[in-house]
């Protein structure tokens, strides 16, 4: 019961909470409280937007690599015994991660190709950015078209987004121990919050429309607690089974694989190409890489004291 509590505090964390976070700028803008032109941010808060980031990226590798893909082997060598999943004698979790990573890889270049074929997206060659930068961000949308186009070219950003969000929501949801749960919230509230604020802020000052930036926040926010709703549809234990069993551990293993893709590419590589210093985006990442650590060594140290407890009842 306890783990169920605990997902669906999740869910409104990751639901509602990250919509107040992403309105709020926009609400700012409107009132006067932000800067109306994106130009007029003070590098003060460039700098904090990414070190904020680079934390929740290294937060989130830790549980890929010492929470999650754990539990994914742990699955795997459970159903192997039981005779519900072949025993290939291949390494299976990290094939399906490395399955999840290429998955979302293969999305985002499809859709970075429609968007760019479209001209709803620019390439970051020729535009500004740190020496040796390269590659293509969801925050290049061509700011100066207006009615139908920018909403569909918002749309698809959204749902370029939504797709990792999906698979985040998944995670947590298959998670099967309660720290677990508070683990992957605190790694993926931690870069939501301030992916929701910078696009808030993005489309606030932008030409879309305020309402349609309401529900396409709607939507992003939206997308992470069906997330996790399917992976507890998955767990429950009235519905276990080989079925069951077999989906658990090939959703488990994409969504980590999701979750990789999104540190390397969504978070070091686009933040890296920001006009801020590097150690302090390597320095913020390790924090987040400590924090976990110290956090899975309290969590260790916590199941312990229980075991000694229950021996001694």
């Known amino acids: 019961m306890a783990i169920v509590v605990a997902q669906v505090v999740s869910m409104l964390f990751l639901g509602l909470v990250t919509w107040i976070v992403g309105v709020l700028p926009l609400l700012g803008v409107r009132k006067g409280w932000l800067k109306e032109s994106e130009s007029q941010q ?17 937060v989130i590798l830790t549980s890929c690599l010492t929470h999650m893909l754990p539990d994914v082997n742990e699955v795997v060598a459970a159903a192997i015994e039981i005779g519900s999943f072949p025993d290939s004698g291949l390494p299976v979790a ?100 301030v992916i929701a604020g910078c696009l808030g802020l993005k489309w606030a000052r932008s030409a879309l429309k305020p309402l349609v930036a309401i529900l396409y926040m709607t939507v992003f926010c939206v997308v992470s607690p069906i997330g996790v709703g399917v992976g507890m549809a998955l767990t429950d234990p009235s519905q276990e089974g080989e079925m069951t069993t077999n989906a ?64 001694l009842l």
């Open 42 to 58: 003070t590098p003060t808060m460039i700098n904090l937007f990414s070190v904020l980031t680079f934390f929740g990226g290294g």
């Open 94 to 193: 990290e094939i399906f991660v490395l399955a999840g990573f290429l998955m979302i890889y293969i999305l985002e270049e499809v859709l970075h190709h429609l968007l760019v074929k479209c001209g709803h997206l620019q390439d970051k060659e020729g535009m500004d950015s740190k020496p040796g930068g390269h590659g293509h961000s969801h925050d290049n949308v061509i700011s100066s078209e207006e009615g139908i186009q920018a909403t569909a070219r918002g749309f698809l950003v959204i749902l370029a987004l939504s797709i990792h969000d999906l698979f985040e929501g998944v995670a947590l949801g298959v998670a099967r121990r309660e720290s677990s749960v508070w683990f992957l919230l605190l790694a993926f509230a931690s870069h939501k919050w």
């Open 248 to 311: 658990l551990i090939v959703l488990q293993g994409l969504a980590t694989g999701s979750l990789l893709y999104v540190v390397f590419f969504e978070i070091l590589e686009k933040e890296r190409q920001k006009p801020v210093p590097g150690v302090l985006q390597v320095m913020a990442m390790t924090l987040g890489f400590i924090f976990m650590v110290l956090l899975g060594l309290a969590e260790v140290k916590s199941e312990r004291n229980e075991e000694v407890q229950m021996e």
